[in-house]
């Protein structure tokens, strides 16, 4: 399957990720995966106090790589953790590691045969990762995983606030004409 075919897969939608029904959701955490703020925090307390138990056992995780638990008090049956990049001037490999977080992230998916997963933008509130550049590399990546690992499944983006909401559609949409 192409590029072009395999952008149709995704899909971007504004709202709150724990609400998701998707087979997985993906939790922009940090490296104890022990819960914190934000959408860490959102997911921690909708999935109930059973989460921080099994996410305990796997005693932390680098920046870019990812972590599966089960999604207790969720819709979404699985939760997949990567904490991404602290960004601070873009010069000390950001970008590697937050394509890395979604490369790991979509590993997981495949590994455990899933057909849909929602990503939240990781790394663009408390960790400072410029919006725009953040985005881009989000659809490029899970489009460049399908393509060469030849998994497909549906990707939700569920997008927080109205900024990462339109930044994602701009992409998208100029990603679309990009291959056209
Ligand atoms: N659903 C979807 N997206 C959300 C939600 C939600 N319920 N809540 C916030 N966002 P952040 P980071 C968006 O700060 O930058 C935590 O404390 C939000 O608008 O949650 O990767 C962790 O424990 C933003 O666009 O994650 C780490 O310490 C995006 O989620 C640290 O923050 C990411 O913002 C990770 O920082």
Redesign the pocket.
Known sequence: MGKTDLIQRIIIKQG???RENSDAIVN???TSLL????????IHKAAGQELIKECRTFGGCNAGEARITKGYNLKAGYIIHTP?PVYKDGKRGEAQVLKNSYWNSMNLVKEYNLKSVSF????????N?PKEEAAEIAVKTVIEFMEKEKYIADIIF????DD?YNIYNKTLGRLKDELH
């Open positions: 709150d990720i724990t922009a955490a940090n819960g914190g703020g934000g959408v860490d925090g959102a991404g939240p933008a990781i790394s663009t509130g408390v960790y990762y569920v997008l927080f606030d990462n």
